[in-house]
């Protein structure tokens, strides 16, 4: 999955002579948090809800003045972006090392799409199959060529579609595959993997 499949597009801009006042307004009235800043046509910087409610409160030296101050003076100038077809975990990296709710999303230069954190989450229940009525499987796997294959070919063998599969390392030289499958009948295919010698962690043995 890429960035341009899960962006928004057109994005809702603001330009560096708008007011605070009329920045948070529009916030509030799009139901948004955050608003490229373009002028001429090219981004210049990035403002969200927190920089203006920082800029506006009684605690900022220069005092609140939310219809006298300008976007530009308060933006971010130094913008991180993301490209269409750069692949969300990708984006989801750079947002979480940078601490960032956003990126714009530029195509030579030009604005086509904005990406949130919503957006990515969005994405990661899109990518773990949540979204459509399947079963739940979790297996700790030996970490060598062929053991996705054997879990995989086991599901094949029953006849059991494989809606997604996401893996992760753990420690001690195993890896954990997160299986949603086309069936609600995931205890009795648990029991099935175990007899395989299957190290099933969900969903977890029924009690006896």
């Known amino acids: 999955m890429l960035v341009k499949d899960v962006m928004k597009s057109p994005v809702l801009t603001v330009g560096p002579e708008a007011t ?28 969200t809800d927190r920089d203006i409610r920082l800029a506006t409160s009684h605690l900022n030296p ?11 003076e308060v933006m971010t ?12 975990e990708e984006a989801a990296r750079v947002m ?9 999303v530029l195509e030579d230069e030009a604005l086509v799409g904005i990406v949130t954190g919503i957006d ?14 399947s079963g739940r499987l979790e ?4 970490d060598r060529p062929g053991e996705l294959a054997r879990l ?7 006849g ?16 954990r595959a997160v299986v949603r499958v086309n069936t609600l009948e995931t205890h009795l295919l648990a029991e099935a993997l175990r007899r395989e010698g299957f190290d099933v962690l969900w969903p977890p043995k029924k009690p006896w």
């Open 139 to 142: 297996v700790r796997l030996p």
């Open 152 to 158: 995989t070919g086991f599901l094949a063998g029953r």
């Open 96 to 104: 979480r090392e940078r601490k960032i709710g956003c990126l714009p």
């Open 120 to 133: 990515l989450l969005d994405a990661l229940l899109r990518l773990t199959g949540v979204t459509e009525p």
């Open 77 to 88: 100038r130094e913008v991180v972006t993301a490209h269409p077809l750069d692949p969300v």
């Open 20 to 47: 605070l006042e009329d920045a948070y307004r529009f916030l509030l009235e799009r139901g948004i948090r955050h608003l490229p800043v373009v002028e001429e046509g090219r981004l210049v910087g990035i403002i």
């Open 160 to 175: 059991v579609n494989i809606h997604s599969l996401l893996s992760y390392p753990e420690e001690e030289e195993a890896v």
């Open 62 to 72: 220069k005092g609140p003045c939310p219809g006298c101050t300008r976007v530009g």
